[in-house]
Every structure is written in C-alpha cells, then in structure tokens.
C-alpha cells in the first residue's frame, strides 16, 4: 500500500481552477518532487495533503486511511510533518532548545511550565541534531547560524514527532547551489533510513533532477506527468510547458 495517495483532488478559488482532478502517489522511503511553472497549482495541492485547504472533491489517503479535509494540527497527529519555505526556529534559543521545544510539542507538553524544556529529553534531541550534522553546534543560539544550518535544524525540528511522510515547501529556498544540494541529500538519506516518505516542491531543477526519486510535474492545475527524472526530462510535453518560462530542466553541472 502507498504511504500517500491523492486521488482526484480538485480545488477552486472562484472561477479559478488551481486544481483539477491530480491524482498521485508516494511510497515510503521515497523522495517526489512536485514541479511546474508559477502558478501550476503546487502550494495548492501542497495545502490540501497538510490539510491548511480543503478539496473540493477527491481524496487523500495516508496508509490507506483518509486525511481529507482534516485539520493541519490533526493530520500532524497522524503522522505528516512539515517544513516551510522560510525557515521557523525560535532565534534566541540556542539549536538543542529548539529541537527540545519540537519534543515537547510533539509529547503534547508545550503549554507546560517552560524552564523544563532546558531538561526536556536532551538526548533525543541531540540524537536528532546528529543526524543532521549539528551536534557541534548544539548549544549556538539559533541567530548565530548561518542559514543552511538554520535549515538543518527546522529538518531535525520537523523529525521530532517521527513523521511518515514529510512536506517541505521550497525546502531550498533562498539557499546557494551546493547548500542546496546537500541539504536534499540529508532529507533523502534520512528518508532511506527512516522509510519516510518526503513531497517537496522545488523551484531548484539541480535539485529535483538529482535528488527526487520521482518527479510530478503539475501545469494548469494538472498533472501533466509522473516518472522518475529521467521519464520527465526527456518528456516533450514537459520541455513544452516550461519552454518560455525562464526555466531550465537540465541538471546544472
Ligand atoms: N487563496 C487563493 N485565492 C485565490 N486564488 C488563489 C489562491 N491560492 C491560489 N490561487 C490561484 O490558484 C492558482 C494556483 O496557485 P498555486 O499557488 O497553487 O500555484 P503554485 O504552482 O504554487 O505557484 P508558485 O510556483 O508561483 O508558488 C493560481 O492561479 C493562483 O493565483
């Protein structure tokens, strides 16, 4: 069974049809880009697996169970994390805090008294900063990071409460060419390892083109392809809609 499945889901603002009737799926351990030009429809769709929209109709499936319509806070119960294109760190905190605070939030426990979130399992959260290579910057308060480590420390953030399947919008927004990169090869290592799933959407086609698994390519509103990097690049019906748009589908060298 996939890990997620988005069955027909179609969303409208008005007379403006932002979805229509995408259908896709997402295995665990599998990294799946999903492109298109500004507009395409990608947030859209983004919104209505975290549950921030609802479809107007279709499905979403996680593991078989639906999360359509769900709210964010109770499809992140369910097991989707999520990371934003700009990232979210409290930066006063040093970085074992943050990863701390994203503990507690995930035992329920962030309304409690806060000077207990110092103590708060500092080992997990450390375990958690070595997997993305922060353990040396552990106890740096978060505003002295430059920012692909502030990066680093949203994805470790975002792993706090275990997610199958994780969404990150833009991961790689504002970051330069190899940050870029090295930050999806840790998400898509950590992937493998934790047989998480991860949709992100990517404007980077070095990125996409190296790094996902698969690519969904989304133009008007509609799928207009699914395959692995390989089937997508060399699909003309691709190379078509991106022709004009500024940009490029080959991997930069
Ligand atoms: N809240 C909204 N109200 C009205 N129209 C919207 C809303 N959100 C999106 N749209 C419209 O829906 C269409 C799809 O937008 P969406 O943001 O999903 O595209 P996108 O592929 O994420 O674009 P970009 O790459 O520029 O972020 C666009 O025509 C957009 O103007």
Redesign the pocket.
């Given at each position: 069974m996939s890990l997620l499945q988005i069955r027909n889901i179609s969303?409208a603002?008005?007379g403006?049809?932002?979805?229509q009737n995408v259908s896709f799926s997402l295995q665990a351990g599998e990294l799946l880009a999903?492109i298109?030009?500004?507009?395409?429809?990608?947030?859209?769709?983004?919104?209505m697996v975290g549950g921030q929209?609802a479809p107007d109709n279709g499905a979403v499936l996680l593991n078989g169970q639906s999360i359509t319509g769900l709210p964010p806070r109770t499809i992140w119960r369910c097991g989707v994390g999520r990371t934003f294109q700009i990232a979210q760190t409290f930066a006063s905190l040093t970085v074992a805090e943050n990863v701390q605070m994203a503990l507690l939030s995930a035992d329920r426990k962030i309304f409690s008294w806060w000077p207990r979130a110092a103590n708060h399992r500092r080992t997990e959260a450390l375990a958690l900063l070595e997997q993305v290579g922060m353990t040396p910057q552990a106890d740096r308060p978060c505003s002295a990071l430059a920012y692909g480590d502030v990066k680093r420390v949203e994805l470790a953030m975002a792993l706090a409460p275990a997610p199958q399947l994780l969404l990150m919008d833009?991961p790689t927004a504002g970051m330069a060419p190899g940050e870029r990169v090295a930050l999806m090869q840790l998400a898509r290592r950590i992937a493998r390892e934790r047989q998480m799933g991860v949709l992100f959407?990517e404007?980077s086609m070095d990125v996409v083109f190296g790094q996902a698994d698969r690519v969904a390519v989304?133009v008007?509103?509609q799928l207009l392809a699914e395959g692995t990097p390989q089937q997508i690049r060399a699909d003309e019906r691709v190379q078509q809609a991106y022709l004009g748009t500024g940009l490029v589908l080959e991997k930069q060298k």
């Amino acid at each position: 069974m996939s890990l997620l499945q988005i069955r027909n889901i179609s969303k409208a603002f008005g007379g403006v049809k932002a979805v229509q009737n995408v259908s896709f799926s997402l295995q665990a351990g599998e990294l799946l880009a999903l492109i298109g030009p500004n507009g395409a429809g990608k947030s859209t769709t983004f919104n209505m697996v975290g549950g921030q929209l609802a479809p107007d109709n279709g499905a979403v499936l996680l593991n078989g169970q639906s999360i359509t319509g769900l709210p964010p806070r109770t499809i992140w119960r369910c097991g989707v994390g999520r990371t934003f294109q700009i990232a979210q760190t409290f930066a006063s905190l040093t970085v074992a805090e943050n990863v701390q605070m994203a503990l507690l939030s995930a035992d329920r426990k962030i309304f409690s008294w806060w000077p207990r979130a110092a103590n708060h399992r500092r080992t997990e959260a450390l375990a958690l900063l070595e997997q993305v290579g922060m353990t040396p910057q552990a106890d740096r308060p978060c505003s002295a990071l430059a920012y692909g480590d502030v990066k680093r420390v949203e994805l470790a953030m975002a792993l706090a409460p275990a997610p199958q399947l994780l969404l990150m919008d833009e991961p790689t927004a504002g970051m330069a060419p190899g940050e870029r990169v090295a930050l999806m090869q840790l998400a898509r290592r950590i992937a493998r390892e934790r047989q998480m799933g991860v949709l992100f959407t990517e404007h980077s086609m070095d990125v996409v083109f190296g790094q996902a698994d698969r690519v969904a390519v989304l133009v008007r509103g509609q799928l207009l392809a699914e395959g692995t990097p390989q089937q997508i690049r060399a699909d003309e019906r691709v190379q078509q809609a991106y022709l004009g748009t500024g940009l490029v589908l080959e991997k930069q060298k």
